[in-house]
């Protein structure tokens, strides 16, 4: 009986190892000997269906295909092995829904990776993250900010000043870009009235503490009377500085004073939910006289955004 250990970087099987050369997603495309012998070589649909070979085979050398998932076929079936959940490939979809569904209910439970294979993947089949992307050297932030109809207008203005920012900094030689969105949604669902905060994950979960994470990213515009109660609330206190026209509350929860909506307040506190604290100059200076117009975010402060994304992963 011939003996076989498998690990991340491919198996050994005898006396002879062989590596695995995956894709940008993970995807095992060859298995190479360690004399340089390719001993298979896959291709995938989008949702890993494995496409047929010159001669209009489909190799199967080792299990361990699409995502770096094992492909699962006894009794034939046709599934990918997520462990939480099992992708059918055929239908696009897991065949289980996402114990987190309720964190995100706009999108199916039983979508792979948001509808999106493309440019990202979903390691455990229960949320999807941002990936580099080695075909053009890039790094892309995503996050998504949840807003009723009256805040959507000054948090597009918002996230606009830092998707303009894509490509003013590298990362290990990597161009950081950004895409963040906003999506309007119902201010009267329910869900809202929970914690009277918007609670939906967005796309990559950029913003966390020491201690906590939060999975959930809001912007909203309130009248004076309702940011002055709203944060001395979240500050446990009895006088709102006059200065103050804006907040975030737990990195993830924005508030913008309503006069200032379309004032560079509201990107400010977008860079506080990517993890930015104060600084002297550009956008995140804490004062808005010394601010102004100044939409600068330093090489470094992108960059430190890009590196504590990085860290989390590998807590995780």
């Not at 440019?119 to 229960?126: L, M, Q, R, S």
Request: one cysteine or more; glycine letters at 6%.
């Amino acid at each position: 009986m011939t003996a076989s250990m498998r690990h991340t970087y491919g198996y050994i099987k005898g006396d002879t190892a062989y590596y695995f050369l995956r894709d940008y997603l993970g995807s095992v495309r060859a298995v190479v000997a360690e004399d340089g012998t390719v001993e298979e070589s896959s291709s995938y649909y989008p949702y890993g269906m494995q496409m047929p070979d010159e001669t209009g085979s489909i190799q199967q050398t080792q299990p361990y295909k699409y995502g770096g998932k094992e492909r699962l076929t006894a009794a034939g079936v046709n599934l990918y092995d997520f462990g939480p959940r099992a992708l059918y490939s055929p239908a696009a979809q897991f065949t289980s829904m996402d114990p987190k569904c309720e964190d995100y209910p706009h999108l199916s439970p039983y979508l792979y990776c948001a509808a999106n294979p493309a440019n990202a993947i979903d390691p455990t089949g229960e949320n999807y993250v941002v990936i580099k992307n080695e075909n053009d050297s890039t790094y892309t932030v995503e996050a998504v900010y949840f807003v009723d109809e009256a805040s959507e207008a000054s948090a597009k203005s918002a996230v606009e000043v830092w998707n303009k920012l894509s490509g003013q900094a590298k990362y290990d030689g990597y161009k950081i870009c950004f895409n963040l969105t906003v999506q309007v949604v119902d201010s009267q669902d329910p869900q809202l009235q929970t914690t009277k905060k918007n609670k939906f994950q967005d796309k990559v979960n950029i913003s966390s503490s020491e201690t906590k994470e939060y999975k959930y990213n809001s912007y909203e515009v309130k009248d004076d009377k309702t940011f002055n109660d709203y944060y001395q609330q979240e500050k446990k206190t009895y006088e709102v500085p006059y200065n103050v026209n804006g907040t975030t509350a737990s990195k993830a929860f924005i508030s913008v004073r309503e006069n200032k909506s379309f004032s560079l307040t509201g990107a400010h506190e977008v860079g506080h939910t990517l993890g930015l604290l104060h600084s002297y100059s550009g956008l995140m200076n804490e004062s808005e006289l010394q601010r102004g117009s100044n939409i600068k975010v330093s090489n470094y402060e992108l960059q430190l955004i890009v590196d504590r994304w990085i860290e989390r992963e590998k807590r995780q």
